[in-house]
């Protein structure tokens, strides 16, 4: 567990490849817009009104100046005085609507997408959680999400922002001036082209940034969800120096983009500033040369930097497009990502069932090249207790998941009372399966809720009885608050006997037809060990149980012991026939029992 591996903050080399050429549905992308168009449409218009209340001001300090040098009327001096502080009050106005608007747009996308792509990956098959770790899954979900919404609203209104502001600026001053217009669009023409020469690498460092950052949130996820490994291993400053591995990862190339994006920004300020000063000098001559009024000098000055701001944010928007269009592949990776097993078309709901299980000629491999079991036919009898046992790697744990369809057999069928699997819908399925695994996964929230997880509309009668069954009910109330106590993080504050119990009450409460059990007990002190055991015979009684025994001796009560070897059935029978056989499960048993001969001696010699 503790290996190399683990222990080294992951490339992306190792990853699954992400990214950057996943194409981007722009339909798609967009349509989380729609339903909130009315809300968009006010931004929009209100920011429209702001651009336009701000294009109309350099004209009213033009005409200001005329009042001064050239009229020198004080009636007009205080009207346009006037007239400008109504300009500002109404920009404010709108652009205070603006924001707002856009604002609640921005986080009701933010809410869309993320619960969007969470029940999407809700959707998604196992195999696609064994190639990902969890940590750069919520990256993806916090921060990436975070960084589409910025694009679909901040980007959106920017650019048409800075588009009218241009627009406006440089037709107001074809108006006033024609031969400035050209000279204009020359120097925007040269800002532009530098602009998109440098904005096609944003995407490239951003995206590194991002998958840094997946990567240091990996390292924090381990860390924090193995805290009591990591206590009991002493091994705290290893994780804090992972951790900060990562994070010197995701520094340095958040100062790449840094760096990048500094000089890009500095550049895009000369060129902007020398272009004012460009604008300045040619309207300058226009004024020596008569052609140009010194009044309207001030205009042409206000409208200059409008047009220079305008082409800044442009450019700098390009940029930032690029650099969202990493998170949005990012998103759209996972959201382009189809489950391996899903329901077919025309999926029929699976009737209540008796529990008749049927393996036919089965085989299956994680990979298309190497097969994990081989052409495995079994018929397991409804209310049957069938226990796999093996050698590890035998193929115990793939055949138990087949059965609940969490992987698909790579030939062959698996048949429920005689229905093909495939043909059923998963969720009919699996709500007449019950599974208490060897780990106990337990939600943070209280006792109640982790028991009712089993069955959600169930009765506190119901939720009691349960518990009573699983002999939790006991050490429930001693709890502080009872079945209200909160269980913490994975039932950490609960001990794995009482986690277990839990899990069988849950179980229970389900009351399901077929019972997958991997070995609840194997970890177990004695006493733990019998009360969990009293609880699985209860909750074994009249269901069809498979159990995955790790621990030969706890598999007599099976009707049918199936031990299986590099994926084939080698043989099958009750506990004392096979003993008699002395074949590989008579092996197997030996073997443990000497080791647990040797154990007990180790402990009388102490």
């Known amino acids: 567990?503790?290996?190399?591996?683990?222990?080294?903050?992951?490339?992306?080399?190792?990853?699954?490849?992400?990214?950057?050429?996943?194409?981007?549905?722009?339909?798609?992308?967009?349509?989380?817009?729609?339903?909130?168009?009315?809300?968009?449409?006010?931004?929009?218009?209100?920011?429209?009104?702001?651009?336009?209340?701000?294009?109309?001001?350099?004209?009213?300090?033009?005409?200001?100046?005329?009042?001064?040098?050239?009229?020198?009327?004080?009636?007009?001096?205080?009207?346009?005085?006037?007239?400008?502080?109504?300009?500002?009050?109404?920009?404010?106005?709108?652009?205070?609507?603006?924001?707002?608007?856009?604002?609640?747009?921005?986080?009701?996308?933010?809410?869309?997408?993320?619960?969007?792509?969470?029940?999407?990956?809700?959707?998604?098959?196992?195999?696609?959680?064994?190639?990902?770790?969890?940590?750069?899954?919520?990256?993806?979900?916090?921060?990436?999400?975070?960084?589409?919404r910025s694009l679909l609203t901040n980007n959106i209104t920017t650019l048409l922002s800075s588009l009218l502001s241009l627009i406006g600026s440089v037709v107001i001053v074809f108006l006033l001036n024609s031969r400035l217009v050209g000279f204009v669009l020359v120097l925007a023409l040269v800002i532009v082209g530098i602009a998109v020469g440098f904005g096609r690498y944003f995407q490239k460092f951003s995206t590194a940034v991002q998958d840094a950052l997946a990567d240091a949130t990996?390292?924090?996820?381990?860390?924090?969800?193995?805290?009591?490994?990591?206590?009991?291993?002493?091994?705290?400053?290893?994780?804090?120096?992972?951790?900060?591995?990562?994070?010197?990862?995701?520094?340095?190339?958040?100062?790449?983009?840094?760096?990048?994006?500094?000089?890009?920004?500095?550049?895009?300020?000369f060129l902007g500033f020398s272009a004012i000063a460009a604008i300045l000098w040619y309207s300058g001559r226009e004024v020596i040369e008569g052609r140009l009024e010194f009044a309207t000098i001030s205009g042409f000055l206000i409208y200059a930097i409008a047009i220079a701001t305008s082409l800044g944010q442009l450019s700098g928007l390009y940029g930032q497009?690029?650099?969202?269009?990493?998170?949005?592949?990012?998103?759209?990776?996972?959201?382009?990502?189809?489950?391996?097993?899903?329901?077919?078309?025309?999926?029929?709901?699976?009737?209540?069932?008796?529990?008749?299980?049927?393996?036919?000629?089965?085989?299956?491999?994680?990979?298309?090249?190497?097969?994990?079991?081989?052409?495995?036919?079994l018929a397991i009898q409804p209310g049957e207790i069938v226990a796999l046992v093996g050698p590890s790697g035998a193929g115990k744990s793939t055949l138990f998941n087949l059965i609940p369809r969490f992987y698909d057999p790579t030939a062959g069928r698996v048949l429920i009372d005689g229905f093909d699997v495939r043909t059923v819908t998963q969720q009919s399925l699996r709500a007449q399966i019950g599974l208490v695994p060897q780990e106990t996964i337990l939600f943070g929230g209280t006792i109640r809720e982790n028991i009712a997880y089993g069955r959600l509309d169930a009765s506190e009668a119901e939720i009691i009885a349960a518990a009573q069954a699983a002999n939790a009910h006991d050490f429930i109330l001693e709890t502080p608050r009872g079945y209200e106590t909160v269980v913490g993080e994975r039932g950490v504050k609960l001990s794995g006997g009482q986690r277990q119990r839990l899990a069988i009450a849950r179980a229970i409460l389900k009351d399901p037809r077929i019972l997958l059990l991997d070995e609840a007990t194997s970890s177990l002190d004695s006493e733990s060990e019998e009360l969990v055991q009293e609880a699985l015979?209860?909750?074994?009684?009249?269901?069809?149980?498979?159990?995955?025994?790790?621990?030969?001796?706890?598999?007599?009560?099976?009707?049918?012991?199936?031990?299986?070897?590099?994926?084939?059935?080698?043989?099958?029978?009750?506990?004392?026939?096979?003993?008699?056989?002395?074949?590989?499960?008579?092996?197997?048993?030996?073997?443990?029992?000497?080791?647990?001969?040797?154990?007990?001696?180790?402990?009388?010699?102490?």
Do not use: C
């Open 1 to 148: 567990m503790f290996g190399f591996r683990r222990g080294s903050v992951r490339s992306r080399r190792d990853a699954p490849e992400a990214s950057i050429n996943t194409p981007v549905n722009w339909r798609r992308l967009f349509g989380y817009l729609r339903p909130y168009r009315g809300r968009m449409a006010l931004a929009i218009g209100a920011l429209t009104v702001a651009s336009l209340l701000g294009l109309s001001f350099p004209l009213v300090i033009m005409q200001l100046l005329d009042s001064v040098l050239n009229q020198q009327d004080q009636r007009q001096l205080n009207l346009f005085a006037v007239a400008l502080v109504g300009i500002f009050f109404l920009q404010a106005t709108f652009t205070f609507f603006q924001s707002y608007n856009l604002n609640y747009v921005g986080e009701r996308i933010i809410l869309d997408l993320r619960t969007v792509l969470y029940r999407h990956l809700q959707t998604l098959s196992l195999d696609f959680y064994a190639n990902r770790r969890i940590g750069e899954i919520l990256s993806r979900l916090s921060s990436d999400v975070t960084q589409v």
């Open 218 to 269: 990996v390292a924090a996820e381990e860390g924090l969800q193995g805290v009591r490994v990591v206590k009991s291993f002493a091994r705290e400053e290893y994780e804090v120096g992972r951790y900060n591995a990562a994070m010197e990862q995701t520094l340095a190339a958040a100062l790449r983009l840094a760096l990048f994006r500094s000089a890009f920004g500095g550049l895009m300020a």
């Open 321 to 377: 497009f690029r650099q969202a269009l990493g998170s949005v592949q990012r998103v759209f990776e996972i959201l382009h990502t189809h489950p391996t097993v899903a329901d077919l078309p025309g999926a029929k709901e699976l009737p209540t069932i008796e529990g008749a299980i049927t393996f036919d000629a089965i085989s299956f491999g994680y990979e298309s090249n190497l097969a994990v079991i081989k052409q495995i036919s």
């Open 537 to 606: 015979n209860r909750l074994m009684q009249g269901r069809t149980s498979v159990i995955i025994a790790h621990r030969l001796s706890t598999v007599k009560i099976a009707h049918r012991i199936i031990v299986l070897d590099h994926g084939e059935i080698v043989e099958q029978g009750a506990h004392d026939e096979l003993m008699a056989r002395n074949g590989l499960y008579a092996h197997l048993y030996n073997l443990q029992f000497r080791a647990s001969d040797n154990v007990r001696l180790a402990e009388v010699n102490i």
